[in-house]
Structures are given as structure tokens and as C-alpha cells.
């Protein structure tokens, strides 16, 4: 996690050589990092994702899905959810308002948004993210505050959907 916020502020210092330093830190920057476990405890970054800044959070639970005792249903039902959670963006993202930005994370799992406007958004990540094969949804609340930098770590505890892989 230091490595990243280390990466993160080497970013941030790059482009405020072009736009200043007073500029940059006093801009509304959303800074951030994404990884999970593997199945043998290995951190894997979020490489090379896409990442969204939307103004509205979408429904999405899968505890329909905890209590079924067949793991392929249970699999079949997790899946499903992820599929759910991306539609209802694909019907959103066309709508006025909604998506304000869109970003990629680095090779280490690293992201930012930089001149987001003032306000209270969601940061998200959908199907079709994959880490180390396992899908992959967040749907994380991120304030922007006129001057400072709004921070967000994306990893198991704040998924939106339990990972999921198959074998």
C-alpha cells in the first residue's frame, strides 16, 4: 500500500512539474490504488483497468447468492450479479450527469482523476475487470473537496460483488 501511495505522489509531482505545484496540489484529485489476494495470499494489481467516476450509486447486492449451497450455482448466481452490475451502467452511462470521468490504472494497480468537480461521487469498476482471473466490481463513495485530494483503495474489503473465478 506505501509502494502505491509512494507511486501515486511521484504521479502527482510529475504533472505538477507542467502545471505547477501550487496548481496541482490545490486541484480536486482523486488518487487511488487497486489490488486482491489470490488464492495463495499474493497480492495482484488491478492492471490496466478501466475506472469511473460516476455521480450515482447502483443498486447491487448478492446475498441472494451466500446462502446457495451448490457451487455452481452459487458461481452461476455471482456471475449473474456481475452482469446486472454492468448493465445497469451501460443503461446509465448515457444519461446527462452520471459519468463524470473515466480513467486506466498502471501496471502496479495505480489511478487518479485529476480537475474533478466539488462534490460527493462513486468510484467504479465493472465486468469486464479482471485481476489474476477473478472478476472484479467496486463501487466506492469518494468526496472532492476544493484543495484537497480525495484517496481511494480498491481491494477485498470494500468489493461490491464477491470475486469470482472460474476453474
Known sequence: MLKNM????????????????????AGNWIVGSMSIRNDAGHKEYGEYLSVFLVSQ????????CTGETNHQRKLDCINNCHL?????????????????????TSA????????????TYYVLVKFPALIDGYKVAWQEPVT?????????????????????RRR
Open 6 to 25: 509512494i507511486t501515486i505522489f511521484i504521479v502527482m509531482l510529475s504533472v505538477a512539474g507542467s502545471a505547477g505545484i501550487g496548481q496541482a496540489i
Open 57 to 64: 450509486k447502483n443498486p447491487v447486492s448478492a446475498n441472494h
Open 84 to 104: 446486472d452490475f454492468y448493465k445497469q451502467f451501460q443503461q446509465k452511462q448515457q444519461q446527462a450527469g452520471y459519468l463524470i470521468a473515466q480513467t486506466a
Open 108 to 119: 502496479t494497480g495505480n489511478f487518479a482523476f485529476l480537475n474533478a468537480p466539488p462534490g
Open 144 to 164: 472532492v473537496t476544493p484543495g484537497r485530494i480525495g484517496v481511494v483503495s480498491l481491494d477485498e474489503e470494500n468489493l461490491v460483488l464477491p470475486k469470482n
